[in-house]
């Protein structure tokens, strides 16, 4: 078995998945390797295609029950509905063919089991076991498997570790490393290396679109997302890559074009749902968007309370825009039955009931948020900003008035939405100074607040000068 999905791309690989396939079609059997089996099981799993690569593993284990591909595989599908009876089970299964891969899996289920840093105590009396010729394979495995869960910190000390290994194996474990740090120009940087060594991989392009994006690159990880879907006109990942990019751009007609696309390959996924559904309500195709956000529901029904709260929150606003508002609330409350962010719910709650003419209710919403908040800062931006949303215009600008009052000095949100009122107003010389803060203070909200007033692809530094461009203009 394999966890290098590089293997994937290779020709020797997608010989081996050609015969089984071709095999499968015809209905007329062949004998496999049962390791090679369970590398097909993985290249299915990885593309979200698990009844496939269900058929696959038994089909190993059937040919040969103590193949060691074949039981890992099993172990981690244990691992993953946290049987670790079972796991363990395969682990001492696995010790008696291969004692190395033993390690790594019993390090594995530690970690699963939230003991982290047992784990890596146990990795570091294994290590003294080991060849001398045989540690740096074994420090690049272990720090794998700690990168697999998301433990950048303790893999970036056990990559610390290594001495000499150059290879592109190593560098793209310390890219993605870096990625999980945060170190986003850093995996950008590795990720260009690689690039330059292998500039037809996939792979590559799409870590190096997913490090410019997290750097809100935007326009760059896009670049990068459409070399990887040059490559490989049906990679998942980077068509979502793009479709994140577009969106992030407010590109919302292309991105759910992208989305779209997604969604036809990994039909199982919710998040290509929920995005299509977000982007057609951001195109004002609410009646579109519901039933695509149902989809997204019935797709993520095993997910994680925050996964079905942001799409039930969706599902809300869509509801509400369509003044259905006995179903929107419906959601709000069947998020609320989650470990959600109640302030957030209740915020959400009150700007529905505002935008169905119901005010008193959605006051009863605000201050329930704000009590439960302990009046925080972020708590009263947002329902000021429900309030321009929803044209309580005058309403607004006097509690902006109030609240950059009372806020801190470093405080540097919600200054664009101010700008908006006061355009809105036609209090032109405190649009501008708005708008000044805004920009100095968080060009990040100014450019997706305010963005759409200027010609696209003009900078948030850029704005003064374009508005003073075009007064000097009405003017002469």
Not at 174 to 200: A, C, M, Q, W
Not at 357 to 379: G, H, R
Not at 409 to 434: I, T, V
Request: proline share 3%; glycine share 4%.
């Amino acid at each position: 078995m394999t966890d290098d999905t590089a293997y994937f791309e290779s020709k020797e690989f997608q010989n081996i998945l050609n015969k089984y396939e071709t095999s499968v079609k015809s209905e007329h059997a062949i004998y496999m390797d049962a390791d090679d089996l369970a590398d097909i099981a993985d290249y299915y799993h990885y593309n979200g295609r698990d009844e496939e690569a269900n058929e696959a593993i038994e089909l190993a284990l059937t040919y040969n029950p103590e193949a060691v591909g074949p039981l890992l595989y099993k172990a981690r599908e244990a691992l993953s509905r946290g049987d670790y009876e079972d796991a363990e089970d395969y682990a001492s299964r696995i010790e008696a063919v291969d004692s190395q891969e033993a390690v790594y899996l019993k390090g594995e289920i530690m970690i699963s089991q939230g003991k982290v840093d047992e784990a890596n105590d146990y990795f570091r009396q294994k290590m003294d076991e080991i060849m001398p010729d045989e540690l740096t394979d074994y420090v690049y495995d272990v720090a794998n498997v700690f990168s697999d869960y998301n433990i950048h910190d303790i893999a970036f000390e056990w990559i610390a570790r290594s001495q000499g290994d150059d290879s592109d194996d190593f560098k793209e474990l310390v890219g993605h490393t870096l990625f999980g740090l945060g170190k986003y120009k850093d995996s950008e940087r590795i990720f260009n290396e690689l690039i330059d060594h292998n500039p037809y991989s996939a792979r590559y392009w799409n870590a190096l679109a997913n490090a410019q994006f997290m750097s809100e690159d935007y326009n760059a990880s896009i670049t990068s997302s459409e070399y990887a879907i040059a490559i490989d006109p049906h990679d998942a990942e980077s068509i979502l890559a793009k479709a994140n990019g577009l969106f992030s751009l407010n590109n919302y007609e292309s991105a759910l074009t992208y989305y779209r696309r997604y969604s036809d390959i990994m039909e199982d996924d919710y998040f290509g749902y929920m995005h299509q559904g977000s982007c057609l309500l951001n195109l004002g195709r609410t009646e579109e968007a519901v039933p695509i956000l149902e989809k997204a529901e019935q797709a993520a029904v095993a997910a994680s309370p925050q996964i079905l709260t942001d799409i039930y929150q969706e599902l809300a606003f869509a509801y509400g825009d369509l003044h259905k508002l006995d179903q929107a609330l419906y959601y709000i409350d069947k998020a609320e039955q989650l470990d959600c962010d109640y302030v957030n719910m209740e915020v959400i709650r009150g700007h529905i009931l505002l935008s169905n003419n119901q005010p008193k209710e959605a006051e009863l919403a605000f201050k329930k948020a704000l009590k439960l908040s302990d009046n925080s800062p972020k708590t009263m931006l947002r329902v000021i900003v429900s309030l321009y949303d929803n044209q309580y215009l005058h309403t607004c600008y006097t509690l902006f008035k109030k609240f950059f009052m009372t806020i801190s000095s470093d405080w540097n949100d919600g200054y664009s939405y101010m700008a908006l009122c006061c355009l809105d107003l036609k209090k032109h010389d405190e649009f501008l100074y708005y708008l000044d803060q805004a920009v100095k203070r968080n060009p990040k909200e100014a450019r997706t607040v305010l963005g759409g007033l200027f010609p696209e692809g003009t900078l948030p530094e850029e704005y003064i000068a374009y508005i003073s461009n075009q007064t000097n203009k009405e003017s002469t």
